[in-house]
């Protein structure tokens, strides 16, 4: 398919002040539709790529649920009902949407698997850094010991009952960022599916869902980013259907003091920025929940518990990169899954 230079100029301008560019493909006797909008929601650029005559409704009640979502969900905005669960820290449960609820407990769920190396009580340490803000510092030792204390997702109270949550202990913090953006694209896949939508790209801040093949039937092509490059510069190529793909990796958020970098992903157990070797981590699954879950906590437990985690668990895999640029896949990954494009890069076997 070649887009005009006209229609590259439109889809910039679309993507900046937020308006959907609809396509009209004619061959011969038939005719296809491509919807493309991109929209702002969970502190991310959210792209769309839709096919199909209702296309553009299907985006609109898309992006209606994930403004619902981050309203719910954001750590930032002060009427959530995360910001509302913390405000009554060590005090009370607070009752919250069916939406929210299945999210802390997701993300309790694969604390538990992930052996406390995903932990939704991070917030605490994630403000003590403040990476990726102007106020990021390196926090004294005796600071990070004292907020280490408030870390524990077994401090996660759930009532099923009433939806309602709460932390045991004042000063405790939620903050569900790490899974919040998987649930999105799982609920915008939803919609799509309700609107009869067969073939669609979701793209939630690197958190892809691959709906359905590609118009003609081909699988979609994901790249898997360079962590030693800029962003659009790929290692290798994922060919998916019906597949979210997810990517963790410390190469876009750091600061550099003294000549040491500093990224965002914080191991709730240390309370420093992951030591891992591993520099990315990719999780292929049906649903982006799951990828989201796993992402931040594979990478920070290290490529041969990682490996045995994601192996253990039906329906998912994953591929590692390391900082010595092995490329490490579990089982469910073959060459017509990845192709390796970077010559720098080369399978561990």
């Known amino acids: 398919m070649i887009i005009s230079t006209i229609s590259v100029l439109l889809l910039i301008i679309a993507i900046i002040v937020g308006l959907s560019l609809i396509f009209i493909f004619v061959a011969g006797k038939y005719e296809r539709l491509e919807v ?5 929601a969970l502190g991310t650029i959210i792209n769309f790529r839709v096919f199909g005559s209702k296309g553009e409704k299907a985006i609109e009640e898309a992006i209606q649920k994930l403004n619902d979502i981050d309203d719910k969900m954001s750590a930032f905005k002060e009427y959530s009902e995360i910001s509302k669960i913390n405000s009554k820290a060590g005090v009370n449960p607070e009752a919250v949407s069916e939406d929210t ?4 407990k997701k993300a309790v769920e694969y604390s538990k698997i992930l052996e406390g190396t995903f932990d ?13 803000t102007e106020e990021e510092i390196i926090p004294e030792k005796s600071q990070i010991e004292e907020t280490l204390k408030l870390v524990n997702y077994n401090d996660v109270i759930l009532d099923e009952n009433n939806y309602s949550t709460m ?3 004042r000063k405790q913090a939620l903050d569900v960022g790490g899974i919040a953006k998987g649930f999105a694209a799982d609920e915008a896949r939803d919609i799509f599916y309700k609107h009869k939508i067969k073939s669609a790209l979701i793209d939630l801040g690197g958190n892809i869902f691959a709906l359905g093949s590609k118009e003609d039937g081909t699988s979609w092509k994901v790249g898997i980013q360079n962590p030693f490059k800029p962003r659009g510069e790929y290692i290798g190529v994922l060919s998916v259907k019906n597949k979210s793909v997810v990517t963790s990796g410390n190469y876009e958020r750091y600061f550099m003091k003294d000549g040491k970098r500093f990224h965002h992903i914080i191991d709730p157990k240390t309370g420093y920025p992951s030591q891992s070797k591993i520099i990315s981590a990719t999780i292929i699954s049906d649903n982006s929940i799951d990828g989201d879950g796993l992402s931040t906590g594979v990478y920070i437990i290290g490529i041969d518990k990682a490996l045995e985690i994601i192996e253990a668990i039906d329906g998912v895999d994953a591929i590692f990169i390391t900082e010595d640029k092995k490329v490490y896949k579990t089982s469910g990954i073959d060459k017509n899954i990845l192709t390796l494009t970077d010559e720098q890069f080369y399978e561990k076997l």
């Open 36 to 40: 493309v909008k991109s929209s702002y």
């Open 101 to 104: 609820y299945f999210v802390v």
């Open 120 to 132: 939704p009580t991070i917030r605490p340490l994630v403000k003590l850094w403040n990476i990726g």
């Open 167 to 169: 932390l045991k202990h």
